[in-house]
């Protein structure tokens, strides 16, 4: 057999399959949307400790709160009747957050929100933990603290060292685990 023929043999084979293969059954029309519950926040963005309005908007379906719970961080929140839906006033911290409304399927929502820091004073500092766990200072730049720095490190976490402990004697001296400073001198 020429190379000609295996390939004609090799395609009608191909064709064969592409034609008996089973095909999935047909596509059902899909079912109308059914509505659901929403979450929405204003002011967008907040900054920590402000008011934050969290509005809370119904389907026909869930015409009233019963059965319902809203939750702030796993927190539960109380909920008023306004307008067209309801709503409540948080006063979250800096960082990210969740709410959640809990109800019948079609009457549940979560969304989620970031509360920047509050502004600050240009030039103020205040303590802070560093990634590391360690203490540090954090300084006002732009209206907006900055990334925590520690003190400079002079030795390695963990590192000892001989140091006197009297007259006499000879004790050891230990990092701490920040690298900042060394404990005092204490029996080998």
């Not at 592409?18 to 509505?35: D, K, S, T």
């Not at 969304?111 to 360690?134: I, M, Q």
Request: charged share 15%; glycine share 8%; aromatic share 6%.
């Amino acid at each position: 057999m020429d190379d000609i023929h295996i390939w004609t043999i090799l395609l009608l084979m191909v064709l064969a399959l592409f034609l008996i293969w089973p095909r999935g059954a047909p596509e059902q029309a899909a079912a109308p949307p059914v509505p659901q519950a929403s979450i929405s926040f204003s002011p967008l963005p907040v900054h920590e400790g402000e008011a934050l309005k969290v509005r809370v908007e119904l389907p026909p379906s869930c015409a009233n709160l019963s059965g319902m719970a809203l939750s702030f961080d796993n927190q539960d929140v109380p909920l008023a009747r306004a307008d067209a839906g309801f709503e409540a006033v948080l006063r979250p911290t800096a960082g990210a957050h969740r709410v959640q409304l809990e109800g019948a399927p079609n009457c549940r929502a979560a969304a989620g929100f970031s509360a920047l820091p509050k502004p600050c004073a240009e030039g103020r500092n205040r303590s802070c933990t560093d990634a590391r766990g360690c203490a540090g200072i954090s300084q006002c730049i732009g209206g907006a603290w900055s990334a925590c720095r520690a003190p400079s490190r002079i030795c390695d976490a963990g590192a000892s060292t001989p140091c006197l402990l009297n007259s006499c004697n000879w004790g050891i001296s230990v990092c701490n685990s920040c690298g900042t400073a060394w404990s005092a001198c204490r029996p080998s």
